[in-house]
């Protein structure tokens, strides 16, 4: 499992790139789209919609199931990732690159975990 | 009690992710995913553990006696060495089970039923048979692979001779281990079912793996496969409150027989069973209502991504046999996706 030291984690799976102090980029997890297999749907968030930290923003949809995505941080929807809307398999191939949403004024992001932490979350999951 | 089939140490060692289905631990799926087993199976070949499956034997004077009024199906002009699908129905027309039926013999049948089923299935039969029969749940006699895929037939054929027809066995051996081998399967693709003793399972498994042309599959493409070949699965497209007209399978049904369920089945306003090309964005799957200009017309029965035909398809069970190219909508959770009636099957391989 691949967890990049520079980025910050969700309980819930989803990774947080901060691009400056209030805005950053949310993706899922290599552990996220592994648990998920196949992506074949993205239903990505509307730009301007407010995102608030531990609730639903989108989803995402394997062959099995349909998931949730949470926003791991609260604030505002400023770009949304189109590129996965033909291409949902970018997730799989490539979790860390494939962000779903950009977000700007960000609060609530005191509880984010770093690798470390987070790779203690899914190795508990795990067993 | 979750139980394991004799290749569970060959599931974990593939890395197959174990879950729990109708009580046996398996393989949803191999690290290469879902779509990959999918396509393998479409394009090459692929190898499933259907060991799972129960298994029960009809032998005597009676048997054919028996099956003919227990199951939807006439076996009467069924030939030693063939094989034919049924269905076994409650009184009202609800289904039991669907299964297949070998003859072994004139007075010989092998009957296959799905997993979930099987207690429910052997304490129905127990309860109906009648006369000069000896009958036998012998599930555990058995274990059974899934060969499936356009080479499967060059694949197995190093091994030994294979039944020629769709829907034919032979009882042969592969590598010195009994087995039978018959055309048959549950992924709409050429391909072959093997039964064999537990113990030679893991043996029979690995060596056809051996093979590089063959990847192992697990239930995740098991269940997209079937779906795209539009083929009913128990507790989807039938269950105890539908009966095998209203999910399309007449040809499996012979009302001029005498059999537990025509009456049942005759007394029935009959719904249909349509298949959905999803024409929206999003992802159908089953347990979704069905909209026709606003009026609830029924609802999904399975529902996913067809990793061959790229698409979202669902089938759903419905109050009128609608035309191919009717509009309708899905409501998946909260939001109306729409779809087209499509002809069923959605993939038919080439002859």
């Known amino acids: ?127 | 009690m979750t139980l394991k089939t004799p290749l569970y140490e060959e599931h974990v060692a593939l890395k197959g992710r174990i879950v729990d289905f109708a009580g046996y631990f398996l393989p949803v799926q191999y690290p290469g995913g879902v779509i990959q087993e999918h396509m393998a199976v479409r394009e090459k070949a692929g190898l499933f553990d259907v060991s799972h499956m129960g298994e029960v034997a009809f032998k005597g004077k009676d048997a054919l006696k028996n099956l003919n009024y227990i199951l939807t199906n006439d076996y009467t002009n069924l030939k030693i060495g063939r094989v034919r699908y049924g269905v076994m129905c409650y009184e009202d027309g609800g289904c039991v089970d669907d299964l297949i039926v070998y003859r072994m013999a004139e007075d010989e049948f092998f009957v296959v039923v799905n997993a979930s089923n099987r207690m429910k299935d052997v304490a129905w039969m127990k309860e109906h048979i009648t006369g000069e029969v000896e009958f036998k749940d012998v599930s555990d006699e058995y274990a059974q692979l899934a060969l499936q895929g356009p080479l499967s037939g060059d694949i197995l054929g190093q091994y030994t001779e294979l039944p020629q027809k769709y829907y034919s066995f032979i009882t042969t051996q592969i590598l010195g281990k009994d087995v039978i081998v018959s055309q048959t399967g549950y992924t709409g693709e050429y391909g072959f079912e093997i039964y064999c003793k537990p113990e030679d399972a893991p043996f029979l498994w690995n060596e056809i793996l051996k093979d590089e042309r063959v990847i192992p599959c697990g239930l995740g493409a098991r269940d997209t496969l079937r779906l795209e070949a539009s083929m009913p699965l128990y507790g989807h497209e039938m269950d105890e409150t539908v009966s095998p007209l209203e999910t399309g399978l007449d040809f499996g049904v012979k009302m001029n027989k005498e059999f537990i369920g025509r009456e049942g089945i005759a007394a029935r306003k009959n719904r249909h069973r349509i298949g959905i090309k999803v024409t929206g964005r999003g992802i159908v799957r089953e347990h979704c209502d069905v909209y026709l200009n606003g009026q609830k017309i029924g609802h999904t029965t399975s529902g996913t991504f067809l990793p061959y035909l790229k698409g979202a398809y669902a089938m759903a069970l419905v109050d009128e046999a609608y035309e191919p190219g009717t509009v309708v909508e899905a409501d998946v959770r909260g939001r109306k996706i729409e779809g087209v009636v499509t002809v069923l099957p959605f993939y038919k391989k080439e002859k």
């Open chain 1, 1 to 127: 499992m691949n967890t990049p030291k520079e980025l910050k984690y969700s309980k819930t799976h989803e990774w947080v790139r901060f691009t400056s102090d209030t805005e950053c980029e949310v993706g899922l997890t290599d552990f996220a789209q592994d648990a998920l297999g196949d992506l074949v749907f993205v239903n990505l968030p509307e730009e301007g919609a407010e995102a608030v930290k531990d609730e639903t923003i989108c989803d995402v949809e394997s062959v099995k199931a349909v998931s949730d995505v949470y926003s791991p941080v609260s604030g505002t929807v400023c770009a949304v990732n189109e590129e996965l809307l033909d291409s949902p398999e970018l997730i799989n191939n490539d979790p860390y690159g494939a962000w779903l949403f950009k977000l700007k004024d960000v609060s609530d992001a005191e509880d984010l975990l770093d690798a470390e932490a987070y790779e203690k979350v899914c190795e508990e999951e795990e067993h």
